[in-house]
């Protein structure tokens, strides 16, 4: 079983829905998919806003975001939480854009008051973009999206605001509209529970308005051919679409619909608080400890794991070759730190508790003595929710 942040487990009804000959690709049944899927992509992320479907991964989302909106010589700022968000800004300095960082730690959310203050400074509104993760998957920390809008708004500063949800989108609340967001990205193989291999990207009216302006594009990125409906089906996608995907992606917005996207973002919520319950509970008696201290900052799809003595990379070892559970490693600035806990997608009770349960007997097997169980302490906040939901 894979407990890695991503790719996370594909349920049995997507990896069937890919299993099919190929069709049409100018007409028909995957022209259907196509559009259902771009329309159930909107409900995703709560939007009016136009999405598209790239096929890349997250780092080609990024790569979307950045040549549609921006020029060369722009300058935007970088909302440090951790590994991610500055990567997203590294790729935009490659491309010629001017970058800031704003700087975080390795275990904090983004201030929005930090932001606020940075923006106002900005008098001349060189920026033209704030760039920031909602889970940081390297840490496990979960920012404050409208939060920082508000910073933003209280600066009184025009710069886009582009959020990265790749690795919370379908598990953690994302209002994009309600929240101002101009540029949403996501990928397909974290939450959303298809295979890996497509980026998306999600852009409103203001992000097409700095389409208009930018100086970025390229043939195979350009949003304007893609959101083309005069144009066929094969521009969606810039040349051949990715039609397994397709029909994986059909299969797994259904299972997310059936669930309820309020209900999955509520099991997601509940899950990881066992798993914080289970870190908790051994921190008692091992030197493990979940990265973010402050509750609220902490991710519903990640939780990283720190240690000083434990040896994380053969507790990880241990896990992988003899019970067949892989665990994620530390990523960034805390490799050699830890391990990562990915609890997101296609989860339930008995897999969380199992990989729980493997990664206690893991903790035995490597000597420790647990005065408190871990899976025991997640059981009961699992339990404690199924009782009150009756
Ligand atoms: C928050 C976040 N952003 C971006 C990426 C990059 O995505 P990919 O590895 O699909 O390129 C990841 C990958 O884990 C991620 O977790």
Same mark, same amino acid.
């Given at each position: 079983?894979?407990?890695?942040?991503?790719?996370?487990?594909?349920?049995?009804?997507?990896?069937?829905?890919?299993?099919?000959?190929?069709?049409? +690709?100018?007409?028909?049944?995957?022209? &259907?998919?196509?559009?259902?899927?771009?329309?159930?992509?909107?409900?995703?992320?709560?939007?009016?806003?136009?999405?598209? +479907?790239?096929?890349?991964?997250?780092?080609?989302?990024?790569?979307?975001? +950045?040549? @549609?909106?921006?020029?060369?010589?722009?300058?935007?700022?970088?909302?440090?939480?951790?590994?991610?968000?500055?990567?997203?800004? $590294?790729?935009?300095?490659?491309?010629?854009?001017?970058?800031?960082?704003?700087?975080?730690?390795?275990?904090?959310?983004? &201030?929005?008051?930090?932001?606020?203050?940075?923006?106002?400074? &900005?008098?001349?509104?060189?920026?033209?973009?704030?760039?920031?993760?909602?889970?940081?998957?390297?840490?496990?920390?979960?920012?404050?999206?409208?939060?920082?809008? $508000?910073?933003?708004?209280?600066?009184?500063?025009?710069?886009?605001?582009?959020?990265?949800?790749?690795?919370?989108?379908? $598990?953690?609340?994302?209002?994009?509209?309600?929240?101002?967001?101009?540029?949403?990205?996501?990928?397909?193989?974290? $939450?959303?529970?298809?295979?890996?291999?497509?980026?998306?990207?999600?852009?409103?009216?203001?992000?097409?308005?700095?389409?208009?302006?930018?100086?970025?594009?390229?043939?195979?990125?350009?949003?304007?051919?893609?959101?083309?409906?005069?144009?066929?089906?094969?521009?969606?996608?810039?040349?051949?679409?990715?039609?397994?995907?397709?029909?994986?992606?059909?299969?797994?917005?259904?299972?997310?619909?059936?669930?309820?996207?309020?209900?999955?973002?509520?099991?997601?919520?509940?899950?990881?608080?066992?798993?914080?319950?289970?870190?908790?509970?051994?921190?008692?008696?091992?030197?493990?400890?979940? @990265?973010?201290?402050?509750?609220?900052?902490?991710?519903?799809?990640?939780?990283?794991?720190?240690?000083?003595?434990? &040896?994380?990379?053969?507790?990880?070892?241990?896990?992988?070759?003899?019970?067949?559970?892989?665990?994620?490693?530390?990523?960034?600035?805390?490799?050699?730190?830890?391990?990562?806990?990915?609890?997101?997608?296609?989860?339930?009770?008995?897999?969380?508790?199992?990989?729980?349960?493997?990664?206690?007997?893991?903790?035995?097997?490597?000597?420790?003595?647990?005065?408190?169980?871990?899976?025991?302490?997640?059981?009961?906040?699992?339990?404690?929710?199924?009782?009150?939901?009756?």
């Amino acid at each position: 079983m894979v407990a890695i942040p991503g790719p996370s487990i594909m349920p049995d009804q997507v990896l069937a829905a890919m299993q099919r000959p190929m069709v049409n +690709i100018y007409a028909g049944e995957l022209v &259907d998919v196509t559009h259902s899927v771009l329309n159930d992509l909107k409900l995703v992320a709560r939007t009016e806003g136009n999405p598209f +479907i790239a096929i890349a991964n997250g780092h080609g989302a990024w790569e979307m975001a +950045i040549t @549609n909106t921006l020029s060369r010589g722009d300058k935007v700022l970088v909302l440090e939480s951790g590994h991610f968000a500055t990567g997203w800004g $590294a790729m935009a300095a490659m491309l010629g854009v001017e970058m800031e960082v704003l700087p975080g730690t390795l275990s904090d959310p983004v &201030d929005p008051a930090a932001v606020q203050s940075r923006l106002q400074a &900005d008098t001349g509104h060189e920026f033209k973009a704030v760039l920031v993760v909602q889970v940081d998957t390297g840490t496990s920390v979960v920012n404050d999206i409208p939060a920082i809008r $508000a910073a933003i708004d209280a600066a009184g500063h025009p710069a886009l605001f582009m959020v990265d949800a790749i690795a919370s989108l379908g $598990a953690v609340r994302f209002e994009m509209d309600a929240w101002g967001v101009d540029v949403l990205v996501g990928a397909t193989q974290k $939450a959303l529970m298809a295979p890996p291999g497509v980026g998306l990207v999600w852009a409103n009216a203001k992000a097409w308005d700095a389409y208009h302006r930018s100086d970025l594009h390229s043939a195979y990125w350009d949003w304007g051919p893609r959101a083309d409906l005069s144009l066929a089906h094969y521009f969606r996608f810039a040349g051949t679409p990715p039609v397994p995907h397709l029909f994986a992606m059909r299969a797994a917005l259904d299972l997310l619909f059936q669930e309820g996207l309020e209900a999955a973002w509520h099991r997601h919520d509940v899950l990881a608080r066992a798993v914080h319950a289970a870190l908790d509970a051994w921190s008692v008696s091992t030197d493990l400890r979940i @990265n973010v201290a402050q509750p609220s900052a902490r991710a519903q799809t990640v939780t990283t794991v720190r240690t000083t003595t434990t &040896d994380a990379e053969s507790l990880r070892s241990l896990c992988e070759t003899r019970t067949g559970l892989t665990l994620g490693q530390a990523v960034g600035g805390l490799v050699g730190q830890g391990f990562r806990i990915g609890h997101m997608g296609h989860l339930n009770p008995p897999m969380l508790l199992g990989t729980l349960g493997t990664l206690e007997a893991g903790l035995i097997a490597q000597g420790a003595s647990l005065e408190r169980s871990g899976v025991g302490a997640a059981a009961a906040v699992i339990g404690e929710e199924l009782g009150a939901a009756g």
